[in-house]
C-alpha cells in the first residue's frame, strides 16, 4: 500500500545581503510592519521565552543600549511567541524589580509568522521556543548581518552597538574594519585589484601599510 508522503513547507530564510522578509505584527505598542521602518536601520532579536532569568537580564540590557541605538538611526524590535498579555505582564513586572522601562516594541508571534521567516526557531534545539537570533537591518531593508545565540547564553550588547557602528562607517565610507574596531580607530582599505596599485599603495604615506594587502587609513 502506497504510504501518505508529509509534505514539509520549504522556507527560504534570509541571508546577509537578501531583502528582510516583511511582515505585519501585533506587538506592545500596537501592530507594526517592518516596512515601517524603511529609512532607519533596525535590530530585531528574538528571546526564548517571558519570566526567563537570562531573557530578563537581556531586556534590562537591551534596554541600557535603547538610547544609543536611537541616536544611531536605529529602532529596536523584541520577539518571542509569548502571547501579548505574557509579555505586557513581564514588562510590569521588569519595571517593578529593576526599575526599568521597557520603551522598543515587543512582538507576540504566536502563530510564529515572523519566526519562522526569519528562521528563529531551531528545532533541535526547543521546538517551542525562539532561540537567541539578532538581525541587523539596514534602511533599503537589508539583512546586513545574523547573529545566533544558545537559550543558555545572554547577549553582549556592547558587541551588537559595535556592529551597528561598524556596518554603517562600512555603509558610509565603503570600507572594511578590522577586528574589535570601535570608533574613531582608523578602517582598512580594501585590497588592491591590480598589481599597478598595489604598487601606488606601498608609496601612499597617508596609509599605515603592512603589507601591500593590508593597509589601514584614518576614518572620515
Request: with cysteine; proline share 6%.
Amino acid at each position: 500500500m502506497e504510504g501518505v508522503k508529509e509534505e514539509v513547507e520549504q522556507v527560504s530564510l534570509p541571508r546577509i545581503g537578501s531583502t528582510a522578509p516583511d511582515f505585519s505584527a501585533n506587538t506592545t505598542q500596537g501592530e507594526i510592519r517592518l516596512s515601517d521602518y524603511k529609512g532607519k536601520w533596525v535590530v530585531m532579536f528574538s528571546h526564548p521565552a517571558d519570566f526567563t532569568p537570562v531573557c530578563t537580564t537581556e531586556f534590562v540590557a537591551f534596554q541600557e543600549i535603547f538610547s544609543e541605538l536611537e541616536d544611531l538611526n536605529t529602532e529596536l524590535i523584541g520577539l518571542s511567541v509569548d502571547s501579548i498579555s505574557s509579555h505586557l505582564a513581564w514588562i510590569r513586572n521588569i519595571e517593578k524589580n529593576f526599575n526599568t522601562s521597557i520603551e522598543f516594541p515587543v512582538i507576540a508571534d504566536l502563530d510564529r509568522n515572523v519566526s519562522t521567516k526569519y528562521g528563529m526557531i531551531m528545532p533541535e534545539e526547543s521546538s517551542t521556543e525562539t532561540t537567541r537570533a539578532v538581525f541587523v537591518i539596514d534602511p533599503e531593508q537589508t539583512v546586513k548581518s545574523i547573529i545566533y545565540y544558545p537559550l543558555t547564553t545572554g547577549r553582549n550588547m556592547q558587541e551588537i552597538l559595535r556592529l551597528v557602528k561598524a556596518l554603517q562607517k562600512t555603509e558610509e565610507e565603503k570600507v572594511p574594519t578590522p577586528a574589535n574596531w570601535q570608533p574613531g580607530e582608523n578602517v582598512l582599505v580594501p585590497p588592491p585589484k591590480t598589481q599597478q596599485e598595489a604598487e601606488e599603495r606601498s608609496q601612499d604615506d597617508s596609509l599605515e601599510c603592512i603589507d601591500w594587502y593590508l593597509c589601514k587609513k584614518k576614518a572620515e
